[in-house]
């Protein structure tokens, strides 16, 4: 078979996981063509945002010391992952002009105290650059005959909306066959950057947070492979998020849109876009846990035989921020509010949620946290000085929940149920929403609530592990 392995940071988080996730490459190669596909390791994209942000406040003392942990991650992880010497002096001379480079334009930024879109992409290509290259290595190590490739170079083509570049598929698709396909025929493993691709004019861009999976699946669908195992540190996509669900169980199999659904309200971390290829290309995709291996794992297929329950999962997105519109013109008004929407839009936020209450004349609606200040002050200025709007209020703690699966679609009562669970804690819902798919409904909280209304909707529909 051809398939896209792609390994995400916590299975390259040191040398001795970058060499594990090699020798399961390198096991399966046996009876099939595999294309890896590398994310940063551990945490380093966080550490390449931090270290960038220290550099625009003026803060080089940390811009250095992250820097320095940074560099000893990779430099640790090369003597463990790599053993052939002459693999090793390539990885070794390759990661140090990485960081070597890294360190100037986090030095060129601290003296501009400015990182345009464009400098942040470009420095957080660094992780999945370096980490790609030690995988490389360890590949070699063991006998692989692999080539590094960065997204750029196996094909994959963007526009230039950095930070979360949209891949031009035609180009795409053409370039990755012709580059993939041509490694494969020769029995070359092709170990190739996540999350990283290029522009037409040549400037590195990055596909968002996540972005690898994106990668994954991008170069599925151009190769028409066969499947997609996404490697992670759990058994698959989970009934909840196990870090909050102490008995949250694996789901066996479930159908694309059921999980591109969890996607989009952040289970697993899964970028939002990067089932979508799989999906139009019908590409068997599996969730699976390097640290074990042996176990099934999930399969995300059309034709998933999904469990007997009405609700599949029960999700939770943090970091959001309610933002409640006032003044009677917003629901007496026709176009008031597709105004107000349009605006937002032009700004480039993206709402979450939207809920019209026409009793009380209010629009609520959720936006990410950080974006609500900037919400705030064009709204404040537009539609309150103006008269428009009474008062525009924030509620920043609060989370979203979402309630997931395909069962919900024409079953009465699952609304009624999941809030008489969550009301029956004594947890006050600050706004529901039902998306027009019927595949979720979700709702707002507080954010110290959220735990354990997550914890209420579980425990109702019985998702957990009995024992
Ligand atoms: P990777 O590095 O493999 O891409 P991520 O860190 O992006 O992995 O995602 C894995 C983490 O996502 C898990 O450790 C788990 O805590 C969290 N997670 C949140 N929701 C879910 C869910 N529904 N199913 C499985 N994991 C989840
Ligand atoms: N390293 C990137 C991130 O942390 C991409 C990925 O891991 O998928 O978002
Ligand atoms: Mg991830």
Known sequence: MKL?????????????????????VMNHLAENKIVTVCS??????????DALEAAVSGDEEKTNDILTQISNIHIDAIKDAVSLDSAREIVYSEISNNLERLRQVLNSVYFLREATPRTRDYVLSFGERMSTRIMWGALTSLGV?????????????????????????DITVKEVRERINDLLNKNITPVVTGFIAV????????????????????????????????????????????????????IPEISFEEAMEMALFGAKGLHPRA???????????????TLNPSAPGTLVSETAKGF????????????????????????????????????LGKLGVNLMMISQSVSESALSFIVRRRLSSTVINKLEKEFVQTGILKEVECEPDVVVVAVVGEGMRGTPGVASRVFGAVAKRG??????????????????????????????VHEEYGLGDKN
Request: proline letters at 2%; a negative charge.
């Open 275 to 289: 089932l979508e290829p799989a999906c139009q290309g019908k590409i068997k995709v599996r969730i699976k846990n």
């Open 145 to 169: 005959e692999a080539k590094y490739l960065e997204g750029g170079e196996a094909g994959i083509v963007t526009d230039s909306s950095f930070g979360e570049a949209d891949p031009i598929m």
């Open 40 to 49: 940063a390791m551990g945490d380093t994209t966080d550490n390449l945002i």
């Open 427 to 456: 947890i006050n819902i600050r706004m529901i929403a039902q998306g027009s798919s019927e595949l979720n409904i979700s709702f707002v909280v507080k954010e110290k609530d959220g735990v354990e209304a997550v914890n209420a």
């Open 199 to 250: 522009s037409i004019d040549g400037a590195i861009t990055t596909l968002g947070r996540g972005g690898s999976d994106y990668t994954a699946t991008l170069i599925a669908y151009s190769i028409n492979a066969d499947e997609v195992w996404l490697w992670s540190d759990v058994d698959g996509l989970m009934t909840a998020d196990p870090r909050i669900v102490k008995n949250a169980k694996v």
């Open 4 to 24: 896209v392995f792609k390994f995400g940071g916590t299975s390259l988080a040191n040398g001795q996981r970058i060499k594990h996730a090699a020798k399961l």
């Open 308 to 343: 007997d329950s009405v609700v599949k999962a029960v999700l939770i997105v943090k970091e959001v921020a309610m933002i409640t519109l006032k003044g009677s013109s917003v629901a007496g008004k026709a176009g008031t509010a597709g105004r107000i929407l349009s605006e």
